[in-house]
């Protein structure tokens, strides 16, 4: 008994010094917010205040410094993230983790992020440059001096090279690509235009409905060529090559968001409102940054894009405040080119053969024994980059043509002249510098004006819309130029007197813009605001608009279903949850979760015999292609007999949409009893719809990443909540960075970025917003209040 007490006390003691020695590991690269610190490269103090939720508000004598003080602030808490993210940009994710990244490498240099960043930062203004070099030097200052590194470093076994300007203007690069909507459904068109006849094919291609509210109200025809949308040519593709996972430090799929602004004449305190909410893919640490940064002519808070200075997709600079949805342009085609069969390195043209540009470039690869490369040849047609090596489901010899490659990125001249607008003027001339991310930013100010400005270069094709892969050897559909940027949409004080945009369509526009607007929730938002009939706003009320739940879908497709599957006893469970239930996609409906998976299949039921199974779940049926089904059913929901309701897999049965209705409710009940149990309590959407935030190394490491959240929402509501078809119904994506500014009473405004400000494991910021955020939650800007916020570091000149 004794030796066992021995050794039972050597084991306590042995945990609880592996677990001091597991605290003190994580807990000492968590940084310090009070007292002092010398940075060499500062010209003058910079104070820094933070609040309880580890947001900091910046105050600097000059740009310079605050600039400066910027980069080292964001490092110290998000440096892995800003690190992983511009070795993704370079293609050098390799050197950080070996092997498992060299396809992503490949990708990344052969479209040429790197090499655009470095040919457009000499373009960049001079003030532009100034403040690159200065975010630079802070962002290098904690890189040379942590001790100890963020403690991903130690797990891998490497350490961050010097940031240098160029790295933060392929971030923002990065951005613009994840923004890019076509970049992956021309390539899903193009695979179901090998499956489906032309007429399937027209009725796939999506386009803005007729029905669909306009951001103006306005409808104008738009001018298109011959759509070009399919052709009596075939090509094979790469799409059973290795995948390309959107797992990296961006989300290549950024699914939706909103923005809500009213004017004076609209709210019940006689001054503007404002709420934003772009919607995106989770991430951990969250994909964007809060700070408040002061200093010389910029006084400005809101959502920072790691490794980029000034703000990100949304501010307020105590004139405006402004907040971005994906404006969902088109910039991006694809042309399939033909090699000369006699020389590899050239290709054809309708004035005969021409040269490819060749790049001769290697990448370095991690191994045990240091680092390997490996060659890579790119090749670069007039349209672009050849991609079929690098990016599954293009067809072979296929060259991407993308306006951020063909322009130069000036859009980081933008988001330096944004923040520092104080006009609707001024904000229409900062944005005229954004030409390759392709937005819709809202605006409003406290003079109670509001508006929007779209942000784009959308190109001048000689024919068609660019919604599939096109022959690249005869010229006729290449771009000719691009559309300046005064006829590029824009509005200024409404005659509503509000207006909200859900990535939804202009109105007024007599050019192709794009076919991949979204529509459902733009319909919901219209529904409230005619409800109200024109009673004025609260800023309560606008909060509870970026809120709703309220599924336009749902109220489309569950009338039907109800008297389609009435007296059928079999789904009487499905019947008693759809005639009680109000359309809300709430975390304690059951009738939520039932709907969203038998909407689901009834979309398959009606798609995957004309287009395959495979194509339906890989592509088709994804959450962030699951608004070209749903507008297809939309269009065809009153014709019960439309071709498409019949399942062309049984011959000898002609089915109807009620056939697919009732097939898709049964088939629905089915996977829920199976999954969830026959007790309906355990079907409730909170109990299945969860967010996860992983970390990167989550996947080795299980502690780094967080417990899942329940949320409301789904795909079609504006507090969104989208889910992922391959995981039902786990979240991918939802509003998570959010906003709302009181021009009223501007310390009113609140802002939150789940799940915390912190990358650092064990620290106090890590995952303190994610519980907040997903009770709707937010928490105070203090924009003019920072200055007495109890945490104060002061960051003092070095020589």
Not at 256 to 273: E, I, L
Not at 426 to 450: M, P, Q
């Amino acid at each position: 008994m004794k030796i066992l007490k021995i050794g039972a006390s050597i084991l306590v003691v042995l945990a609880v010094v592996l677990f001091i020695g597991f605290q003190y590991f994580f807990r000492s690269a968590v940084p310090e917010y009070s007292g002092t610190e010398t940075l060499r490269g500062l010209k003058n103090t910079v104070e820094v205040r933070t609040d309880k939720h580890g947001i900091p508000h910046l105050y600097a004598q000059n740009e310079t410094d605050l600039f400066f003080a910027q980069g080292y602030v964001m490092a110290r808490e998000r440096l892995f993230q800003m690190d992983m993210t511009r070795l993704a940009g370079r293609g050098e994710l390799s050197t950080m983790f070996g092997e498992v990244t060299l396809e992503k490498d490949k990708f990344f240099k052969t479209i040429g992020f790197y090499r655009k960043a470095t040919e457009s930062y000499p373009q960049l203004l001079d003030e532009t440059k100034n403040a690159l070099k200065a975010f630079a030097g802070g962002v290098n200052h904690y890189i040379e001096n942590a001790d100890p590194l963020p403690r991903e470093y130690f797990f891998l076994g490497v350490k961050p090279k010097e940031w240098v300007p160029e790295d933060s203007v392929v971030v923002a690069m990065l951005m613009s690509y994840s923004l890019t909507r076509s970049k992956k459904i021309d390539l899903v068109m193009h695979k179901i235009r090998k499956k489906v006849d032309e007429d399937t094919l027209r009725m796939i291609i999506p386009s803005y409905p007729e029905f669909a509210p306009t951001l103006t109200g306005e409808r104008m025809s738009k001018s298109v060529a011959a759509l070009g949308r399919s052709g009596t040519w075939t090509q094979s593709s790469t799409e059973e090559q290795i995948g390309f996972a959107d797992d990296f430090p961006f989300p290549l799929d950024i699914a939706a968001s909103n923005w809500m602004t009213f004017s004076s004449k609209m709210t019940d305190t006689g001054q503007a409102m404002f709420a934003g909410s772009p919607d995106l893919k989770p991430t951990l640490p969250g994909l964007f940054y809060i700070m408040h940064i002061k200093g010389g002519d910029i006084d400005a808070m809101g959502g920072v894009l790691p490794g980029v200075p000034s703000l990100g997709p949304l501010g307020y600079n105590g004139f405006l405040a402004f907040s971005a949805v994906n404006g969902r342009g088109d910039e991006l085609d694809y042309f399939i080119e033909k090699p000369n069969p006699d020389n590899p390195n050239q290709y054809l043209t309708e004035e005969g053969y021409r040269d490819f540009e060749i790049i001769n470039d290697e990448i370095l690869i991690k191994s045990e024994d240091g680092f390997k490369s490996e060659k890579l040849t790119i090749k670069i047609s007039r349209h672009g980059p050849i991609i079929s090596d690098v990016l599954p489901g293009s067809p072979q010899n296929c060259a991407m043509q993308w306006a951020a490659l063909d322009l130069p990125n000036t859009d980081i001249d933008g988001l330096i002249k944004l923040v520092k607008a104080q006009s609707f003027k001024d904000f229409r001339a900062a944005l005229s510098f954004v030409r390759t991310i392709n937005l819709n930013i809202g605006y409003a100010d406290k003079e109670g004006n509001i508006g929007w400005q779209f942000t784009a270069a959308p190109p001048i094709r000689k024919k068609g819309e660019g919604s599939v892969p096109v022959p690249g050897w005869t010229g006729e559909y290449d771009w000719t130029g691009f559309v300046p940027y005064d006829e590029v949409p824009y509005d200024f004080n409404p005659a509503p007197g509000f207006v909200g945009s859900f990535n939804n369509e202009p109105g007024n526009v007599s050019y192709h813009l794009t076919n991949y607007y979204l529509f459902e929730r733009a319909i919901r938002f219209q529904q409230i605001m005619d409800e109200r009939a024109k009673r004025k706003v609260s800023f309560g009320e606008l909060k509870t608009m970026q809120l709703d739940t309220g599924s336009v879908v749902a109220q489309r497709w569950v009338p039907l279903a109800l008297s389609v599957c009435r007296g059928d006893d079999e789904l009487k469970p499905c019947l008693d949850l759809f005639d009680t239930w109000d359309f809300k996609i709430e975390q304690s409906s059951a009738a939520a979760t039932l709907f969203n998976h038998f909407y689901y299949l009834l979309m398959g039921n009606t798609l995957k015999d004309e287009i395959g199974e495979k194509l339906w779940e890989e592509d088709l049926g994804r959450e962030y292609l699951y608004y070209v089904p749903d507008l297809l059913l939309t269009r065809i929901i009153d014709q019960p007999q439309h071709r498409l309701f019949d399942d062309i897999t049984t011959p000898d049965t002609k089915e109807n949409r009620d056939n697919i209705i009732r097939k898709s409710m049964k088939e629905a009940l089915v996977y829920l009893t199976e999954r969830f149990g026959e007790d309906t309590d355990s079907w409730k959407w909170g109990e299945v719809h969860q967010m996860a935030f992983d970390h990167p190394l989550g996947s080795k490491l299980g502690f780094l990443n967080l417990d899942s959240i329940p949320t409301h929402g789904s795909h079609h509501t504006i507090n969104s909540g989208f889910w992922d078809s391959a995981k039902p119904f786990s979240m991918s994506g939802g509003g998570v960075i959010r906003m709302m500014v009181d021009f009223a009473n501007p310390e009113n405004s609140t802002i939150i970025s789940p799940p915390g400000q912190s990358g650092h494991y064990m620290s106090p910021y890590y995952d303190d917003l994610a519980q907040t955020w997903a009770d709707g939650d937010q928490v105070p800007m203090h924009f003019y209040s920072g200055k007495d916020l109890s945490e104060k570091l002061m960051l003092i000149p070095g020589e």
